[in-house]
């Protein structure tokens, strides 16, 4: 039997992260795991300087240079308004970080012995795709651990073209 001690939630506070939640809570539940709530601030601007950094600037800190005190205080307050009630009984931790969202998570993930991360399909940022890629895709192909993506049973998803 496969057993957790670490999940990982990602949110970024969309409809998808918040079925996401109840998957994580589940698995920390069963298997008296620590859940680990990790919200990454999304913006293009951080995440082009973090890339930048990252690429151009040799021992650079990445995205953590441009990264607000303020933003951290109001992402965390909205961490345990969202979540909070929900997790009696439950070891948890809030953490918010800056960066690009499938970086940080990765890094976090390998760097508390995460055994499985969960989110959800589709966020708040889809529409960045275009530009960064997806997030979920990303953290699949590139986590240590396993990686979980909940899809919303209310969405109806489509193929595009013809694919099938």
């Known amino acids: 039997m496969i057993a957790y001690k670490n999940v990982l939630f990602c949110t970024d506070f969309s409809e998808d992260?918040?079925?996401a939640f109840l998957h994580a809570l589940d698995l920390s539940a069963k298997h008296g795991a620590k859940l680990h709530i990790l919200h990454v601030p999304h913006s293009s601007y951080t995440y082009l300087r973090h890339v930048v950094d990252e690429h151009v600037q040799p021992g650079s800190k990445g995205g953590e240079a441009f990264y607000d005190a303020e933003v951290e205080k109001t992402a965390l307050a909205?961490?345990?308004?969202e979540y909070g009630a929900r997790l009696a009984g439950i070891d948890h931790l809030y953490v918010v970080m800056g960066g690009?969202?499938?970086v940080e998570?990765?890094?976090y993930a390998k760097k508390n012995d995460i055994d499985v991360i969960v989110m959800g399909a589709l966020g708040k940022a889809e529409q960045d795709r275009v530009v960064h890629g997806s997030t979920v895709e990303n953290v699949s192909r590139y986590a240590h651990c396993h990686v979980i993506a909940i899809r919303n049973p209310a969405k109806q998803f489509t193929l595009?073209?013809?694919m099938y």
Do not use: E, T, V
């Open 160 to 162: 595009p073209g013809k």
């Open 105 to 107: 998570i990765i890094r």
């Open 17 to 19: 992260a918040n079925i």
């Open 100 to 102: 690009g969202p499938d």
């Open 78 to 81: 909205a961490l345990k308004k």
